[in-house]
């Protein structure tokens, strides 16, 4: 019997996978939109319609800041995932770097040679958690926290309603200058305030800023359970980076863009402009990210070698 060439039951698998994906996604919106037409549901949809009120006095709109915020926080994103995934998958790194122990640089943990993909891995974590700081202090300085924080409980079930609507392809009404649904809100809220400062608290276990004489402290945060977190927490930033870029360009995509790059609830085409001038740049960076340009920059601050 003549073997199947791995090439076509690659094909083959990958053809039964979307089919069976389409498959899933067709069974989920049918069950969804039979789930909420049943009547006990129409009173829950139509007690939670999917949004809470906030509080009395809260900002309306999106500041200026907030736009350059997102950019950074994207840019830095993509460059980490990037970078890290390498940092798992590449054989034979490009070159070695060990820091210069001295300045800001100095710890008491001797240099250690690391490839020159992680010291860009690190580096642009840094840069993301300085990022992250400014624009923790902008949100609580500004008020903008009340738009990402749940402020009742009523979230919760606000938040299945929004979830049901998506599901059965009947989506709630969008209105982010205003007010964030609730599923939103609590994506926002697990993204910020849960899933970045795990991966800054895992990321800097594995580093070599880490005490690693530390000992009680090591045993009570071992590097295995950092490193248990951290993976997970990438691929939730993937996903979460995913179903955002979907649903901004589905749910109005003018508009969405111009609240989160042109400060503006409009419907013209400057958000639009300026998110494509992001995304060449980020395109750019991405390019821009190999040992030919990172080597001189690493240089700076270690020196390099095999």
Known sequence: MQKEPSSAKKR?????????????????????????????????????????????????????????????????????????????????????????????????NPPKKISLTLWAHLTFDALWIINGVVFIVLLFATGQWVRVVPTSWEVIPNAVSAALQYLSLDWPTENGWVNYNSLQLLA???????????????????????????????????????????????????????????????????????HMYAAQDSGSWAGFWIFFASLVVMAGAVFAARPLVLAPIAQLTGKLGR
Do not use: C
């Open 188 to 258: 926002y809220f697990l993204t910020i305030f849960v899933a970045a400062p795990l991966a800054a608290i895992t990321g800097i276990r594995m580093s070599g800023a880490w005490p690693i004489r530390a000992t009680r402290l090591n045993k009570v945060y071992p590097i295995e359970l950092a490193r248990a977190i951290h993976f997970p927490v990438m691929l939730y930033f993937v996903l979460f980076v995913v179903a955002h870029v979907t649903l901004v360009l589905a749910t109005g995509a003018l508009r969405n863009l111009n």
């Open 12 to 108: 083959r698998t990958i053809t039964l996978g979307v089919l069976g994906l389409i498959a899933v996604v067709a069974v989920t919106v049918l069950g969804a939109r039979w789930f909420v037409s049943l009547e006990f549901m129409k009173d829950f949809l139509s007690t939670y319609p999917g949004e809470t009120h906030l509080p009395e006095g809260a900002p309306v709109g999106l500041p200026a800041w907030l736009g350059w915020q997102h950019f950074l926080n994207a840019f830095f994103i993509v460059l980490i995932i990037r970078t890290g995934w390498q940092v798992r998958t590449q054989k034979r790194p490009p070159a070695m770097w060990e820091r210069n122990n001295k300045g800001l640089l100095k710890t008491k």
